[in-house]
């Protein structure tokens, strides 16, 4: 932990945050959320438009929700296909595993659904910035360029990088995953309880069919609101 108070953890399970913080008021994460029954997310066309040429393919298609409770990958593909006219990529497929594992806790514990906003690192990273990023952000520049833009808000991002970097092997902890995480636990502080979200253009965002909202949050730096 920084002299802030800022500090990274790793958990295996997303149930073991709120374990370790019962007091988290908004919890940001890099995970879809709200799941259609058919057709595409709003949030996601949005969200895609939105990120300049060369950064768009790190929105993964979304699967249904019928198609995230399949039995297998095949089948998953097959019933995506089906209800939106589209597959699913293997790295959608690679994270179904984690959208489930949250689905399931946030239906499990709906008082805490308004607590958590489904974001997206890079969308976070421009608007921290105000305006496009040059590089990706597996290249070494691009982590010299996001390092820079998390150092803004927390002055010992590197001294919290290399502790992570001492704690946990590249293996389990990637460098390009702990300044994701440090972007979006800053945009959850500095959006003070009112991020915006896509779709724009509407004062709720759509809710699937168990409530929860299908929507991508960050923070609008340039609305002082």
Known sequence: MDKTGVRCEVFPEFAGIWDAHSDIQR??????????AEGDRGADMEARRFLPPGFKSSIFNTPVRKALYARTNAEAKSINQELTGKSLSE???????????????LQAHQKEQGKVFESHP??????????PLSYGKKDFLGTLERMKIVRKFVKSAEDLLVSVRERYTRTNVAADDILDAMVLAVVAKECDGRPSFFPAGVEEPPQDETGLPMAVWYHDFSNPR
Do not use: M, T, Y
């Not at 890099?30 to 259609?36: F, K, M």
């Not at 790295?91 to 806790?105: A, N, P, T």
């Not at 890079?122 to 305006?131: D, R």
């Open 91 to 105: 790295q959608s497929l690679g994270i179904s595993k984690k959208i489930r594992e949250v689905d399931r806790w």
């Open 122 to 131: 890079e969308i976070c990273f421009i608007h921290c910035a105000g305006g």
């Open 27 to 36: 919890l940001f994460v890099d995970i879809p959320v709200g799941l259609a």
